[in-house]
Structures are given as structure tokens and as C-alpha cells.
């Protein structure tokens, strides 16, 4: 009896670590910098704004378009719409941006970029 309970004790601390191990495996987060290409405003979709910045990534995000979050689910409206903000003024100094994307939050398959950083 011990044994059986020794055993199902061992088979939960195994699964538990597996499932910790593959969840953290399949999101990943990281910088990705630019100069944005597009910008994108809708009502309903892909978070509310997004834009499009010429880079390379390892994210699993489709060609290159972030959302800015500008809904506010991912981040406060505020927030976002700084954000958005920067960005878009990054376009039009025509200057690269730097955006935090995190591919596990997304909006309509589009991953969320949740922080922004420009500079020279």
C-alpha cells in the first residue's frame, strides 16, 4: 500500500514538471527593431492598431505585424495608445522602433507588443 502511494506520488511530480517545462517552451518574448513600414487602425480587429516593422524574429508572429494592444486587454488603454504613439512617430521621423513583443498574447493570430523604446 505504501508502495502504490509512493508511486502515484512520483507519477504527479513527474507530470506536473513536464507540463511546467512544456508550457514554458512553446512562449517566448524578446525585442524586435525597425522601422515601421505600415500602421493599421481597426475597430474590431487585431487589437484595435497595429503596425508593421521591417525586421527579423524568432517569434512565431506573421509577417512582421504587431499589435499595439490599443483594445486594452493586453495592457491599459493608456498605455497602449502611448505606445501606438511612438511608434507612429517613429514612422514619420523615419527612425527604427524597438517594440517588446511577447508571442503567447495575440490578437487574431497577431502577437501583442507591449512595451516601445526609441532611441539613437
Known sequence: MK???GKKYLQSVILTCLLIISSGASAAA??????????YTDSSLYGGCMVNIESETSLSCPQRWFSMGCAGDF???QEAS???DMAKMAFVMDIPVNV???DSLKYN???????VYLGR
Open 30 to 39: 524578446e525585442w524586435v527593431s525597425g522601422k515601421v513600414l505600415y500602421l
Open 75 to 77: 495592457l491599459s488603454k
Open 82 to 84: 502611448k505606445n501606438y
Open 3 to 5: 508502495m502504490n502511494i
Open 109 to 115: 493570430g497577431y502577437c501583442v507588443a507591449t512595451g
Open 100 to 102: 517588446w513583443v511577447n
